[in-house]
């Protein structure tokens, strides 16, 4: 899949990457651009048992892997918490593609090339049309099971791929904000020994996780963590972890623990534990992640916020019609196997997905066969527990875009980050968001 995107995108990466990897220092910034959500956050990395493998937890720098270990095992202990998963379509994901308005008289006037035809009409709205590869997504939308946002956004929206992917990483349009909204929602609810409530699934931390007070974590995969014993392993290793048992209460939950990871260690043949669907075969480390997200949640390891970044290039400056097809297919057809695993588990009621990207495209195509920044974009909700209903509309392309032909937000991200705060993951919205009681509270949750 080829990488068609600006110059924006690839800096933001390096920025973001930059951040996260505490210690190695940012690169220049221009005046009047944030500073990515977590910059200079402690971090630790954890040896995951011979393999190698590295458990990033940052934000404490005084926390021990013993009491690390001791924190997840007593916060298993405790009755389950609902968990909020972010999946990230990086780049600005053209929502005038994912939901076409083939209904509306100026689509193709805007895009002679790049109009789509056919595709499941969506129901709530009849001039808009699923894209074919988001076909996983509309399926779960008929069984009344995803929130459909199809002009989300802020208004006078940035269109730097660095600034506004920020401003919803923290929750704010602000510069200076330094935690990430689902940071601050930890920082809230969270405990000093447990990293696993947030967990980033990627070689980094995700900036929407960054708090200010207690530990969250980074891990490429569910299969890449397991406990360690300095020059102990093997047959040794095993009896010794064994004991532990039989040593107090504490020790009992740490063995507890251990028991629950075994299922992810990595053998010869891949990851040990099994998924009682088929996830997409790919390269792609994406459907694999969420496959062993969902066996994480079964086993009752402590998460409340997971973070993901989608698979595909959703920067479609040229190419559009082959490279969104790609990324939008894969993640589309991973999160309905997601959600049927859920189901099949019988944990479905426990999880939620948001689906986001930092803005939408131009409505009126390029000459490169592609389409350039924008403003609303598309969003979903995905759950048994969605409420299954459009929020906010689409505004049309007459009347429903600004002055640089952009289709303008009908809700807003941040009503939507106080919905879910308050009616999913059970706080008060006004300690998390700034000025939170201006925004609407859409019902997202049933």
């Known amino acids: 899949m080829s990488d068609c995107g600006c110059n924006g995108l690839s800096r933001s990466r390096f920025l973001h990457r930059a951040a996260a990897q505490a210690g190695r220092g940012l690169p220049a910034i221009e005046p009047g651009m944030p500073l990515p959500a977590g910059t ?56 005038l593609s994912v939901l076409s308005p083939q209904g509306d008289p100026l689509y193709r006037k805007l895009r002679p090339k790049l109009a789509l035809a056919g595709g499941a009409t969506f129901a709530e709205d009849d001039r808009l049309h699923w894209h ?10 008929g069984e009344q099971k995803v929130t459909v946002m199809p002009a989300v956004g802020y208004t006078n929206a940035d269109q730097s791929h660095f600034t506004s992917r920020h401003y ?24 000093m020994d447990n990293p696993l409530q947030g967990l980033s699934l990627d070689d980094s931390l ?15 995969g569910p299969d890449q963590y397991d406990f360690w014993s300095n020059r102990v392993w093997g047959e040794v290793e095993q009896r010794m972890l064994a004991t532990f048992g039989a040593l107090g209460d504490t020790a009992v939950q740490v063995d507890k623990l251990r028991n629950q990871l075994l299922p992810f260690q990595t053998t010869d043949n891949g990851p040990a534990f099994t998924s009682p669907v088929t996830y997409p075969k790919t390269q792609d480390a994406f459907p694999s992640r969420l496959a062993g997200l969902a066996a994480m949640i079964a086993t009752g390891l402590p998460l409340r916020a997971v973070a993901l970044t989608a ?28 959600q049927r695993d859920l189901e099949a588990r019988g944990i479905a009621d426990r999880v939620l997905v948001h689906v986001w990207s930092e803005f939408g495209r131009r409505a009126q195509e390029n000459g490169s066969q592609g389409t350039d920044h924008g403003a609303a974009g598309v969003g979903f909700l995905i759950g048994t527990r969605a409420a299954g209903k459009m929020v906010g509309e689409f ?14 937000a009908t809700s807003d991200f941040r009503a939507v980050y106080s919905s879910l705060l308050e009616q999913w ?22």
């Open 168 to 191: 919803w990483e923290v929750g704010a349009t602000s510069t200076s904000v330094r935690t990430g909204w689902l940071g601050r929602y930890l920082d809230r609810v969270g405990t």
């Open 40 to 95: 200079g956050l402690s971090r630790q990395s954890f040896l995951a048992h011979g393999a190698g493998a590295l458990l990033a937890v940052y934000g404490a720098s005084r926390l021990g892997l013993s009491a690390f270990e001791e924190g997840i095992a007593a916060a298993a202990a405790l009755p389950a918490q609902p968990v909020l998963v972010s999946v990230f379509l990086e780049g600005g994901a053209d929502a």
């Open 425 to 446: 993951l059970g706080v008060d919205a006004a300690t998390v968001i700034p000025s939170a009681g201006s925004f609407p509270r859409p019902a997202l949750v049933k």
């Open 395 to 408: 505004p049309g392309l007459k009347n429903g875009l600004d002055q640089d032909g952009n289709v303008a």
């Open 206 to 220: 995700a900036p929407a996780l960054a708090t200010a007070r207690v530990p969250v974590a980074s891990v490429e």
């Open 132 to 141: 074919p590869a988001a076909g996983g997504i509309a399926q779960l939308y």
């Open 311 to 338: 698979p595909g290039h959703y920067d479609t400056h040229s190419n559009e019609a082959g490279d969104l097809a790609q990324g939008l297919q894969l993640t589309s057809d991973s999160l309905l196997a997601f």
